[in-house]
């Protein structure tokens, strides 16, 4: 039936023909032919990924049980390009799904009606729009994001259809089919290897709640001089984190960044994306520390580019250590009824994290700043419900060279 929908729909002209990267996007700007010695060592290291992994990944689980200090060192260093799709669905149990679930995803595409089928369709022209797999209207890109889409809003009805859900969504059909990329999705929300994501998109967005606020408390203890300037300035992680985790990086970072976070984060879970935040304010701490609210909000949401560098910002987030941590104010925030508890371990300006509001209007904070603003205001502000959506937390655009190899 929905399949309907969108088949009533004849494809729009394809885009004019243009250079595009090694990842399908459309380039800003030319870059170096590629290096003969680079092309040798990644040779040698696909030759070493297909001996890790098997024919179709039959070696993989024997593998990682004997050699999991090889698996996670390999895969932190990248996965090999053209073998990236296959070892996504090894690493996320979504092989596993996908094989125990016959069937399941056609029924959802063909059979099943979506209340969501309107909203996918009005957003999937958002979801990397530089990228050549889907710039065409209704072409073969859209309509796959759309089937991927409106399939797992059927399956899980509660959860439904959310904006930030599309770029997960394509960043998968980038590496694997429709079917895949689906069971990938389920994988993810649903918890199989990892922690369920699916709060991220809940109504309330209580996972969002809960990760910026363990996200504030990590950078002030890592951070101090930082978390004590972002607290006088007023600035939180809602300002400009939010879309490091609804879409884990995939919306507003370099695609070659992007993919090196997500090798760790399927495998290693949501960890890498504190370790990643807390690296870019790490690696701009001196510029930050001086800079006041205006400044700050601009310098969060543009990092430079050589905070973008895999080869930089990857082995300075691996040194920073947070699982035991996270695990300690995890269980304190959910201590009392999924809310966190007021314990003396979070007191302080450190409070204003339970109730965080999403991005703010910042003629509302720049009057808050200012000398006439009492504590009441502020703290009426700090703590006002949520009350906006996920597209207000979408709203600023990517970085202008945003997909560069």
């Excluded at 023909?17 to 290291?45: H, S, T």
């Excluded at 390999?74 to 990236?84: A, Q, S």
């Excluded at 050549?132 to 399956?155: D, E, T």
């Amino acid at each position: 039936m929905e399949k309907k929908i969108i088949d009533d729909y004849e494809p729009g002209p394809l885009p004019s023909p243009r250079k595009m990267d090694r990842f399908g996007f459309l380039k800003q700007e030319i870059n170096n032919p590629p290096d003969g010695l680079a092309k040798g060592r990644e040779e040698r290291r696909v030759r070493k990924w297909r001996k890790m992994i098997g024919v179709g990944g039959s070696d993989w689980k024997h593998y990682v049980r004997r050699k999991p200090h090889v698996v996670k060192r390999r895969i932190r260093k990248g996965i090999p390009d053209c073998l990236r799709g296959l070892v996504w669905q090894l690493i996320s149990g979504s092989r596993d799904l996908l094989l125990m679930n016959p069937g399941v995803y056609e029924q959802l595409v063909i059979y099943e009606t979506s209340a969501s089928e309107l909203d996918i369709i009005r957003d999937i022209s958002r979801t990397f729009p530089s990228h050549v797999f889907f710039q065409q209207r209704h072409g073969p890109g859209q309509r796959s994001l759309y089937n991927v889409l409106k399939a797992y809003s059927v399956y899980d009805r509660d959860v439904g259809y959310v904006q930030g859900m599309g770029f997960l969504a394509g960043l998968l059909l980038l590496y694997m089919s429709e079917e895949d990329a689906f069971w990938l999705l389920v994988a993810l929300l649903k918890g199989a290897v990892h922690a369920p994501m699916e709060g991220l998109y809940q109504v309330g967005l209580p996972l969002v709640q809960q990760y910026l606020c363990l996200f504030d408390l990590l950078m002030k203890e890592h951070m101090p001089k930082l978390g004590e300037h972002f607290t006088q300035e007023m600035i939180n992680p809602s300002m400009y984190a939010s879309q490091w985790f609804i879409t884990v990086f995939s919306y507003s970072f370099p695609f070659h960044l992007a993919l090196r976070i997500w090798d760790v984060f399927l495998y290693e879970g949501v960890k890498i994306v504190f370790k990643v935040g807390l690296a870019l304010l790490k690696y701009r701490h001196d510029d930050l520390v001086k800079l006041p609210f205006e400044k700050l909000i601009h310098a969060l949401r543009n990092f430079p580019e050589d905070a973008m560098d895999p080869d930089t910002l990857l082995p300075m987030a691996y040194s920073i250590k947070v699982s035991r941590r996270l695990e300690e104010l995890k269980q304190e925030y959910n201590k009392k009824d999924g809310k966190p508890s007021l314990s003396t371990e979070i007191k302080g300006n450190q409070r204003q994290c339970l109730l965080f509001n999403f991005p703010p209007n910042i003629q509302e904070y720049r009057a808050l700043s200012s000398n006439e603003a009492t504590l009441s205001s502020q703290n009426m502000l700090l703590t006002r419900v949520y009350s906006c959506n996920l597209a207000e937390m979408l709203a600023y655009p990517p970085f202008s060279w945003h997909f560069q190899a």
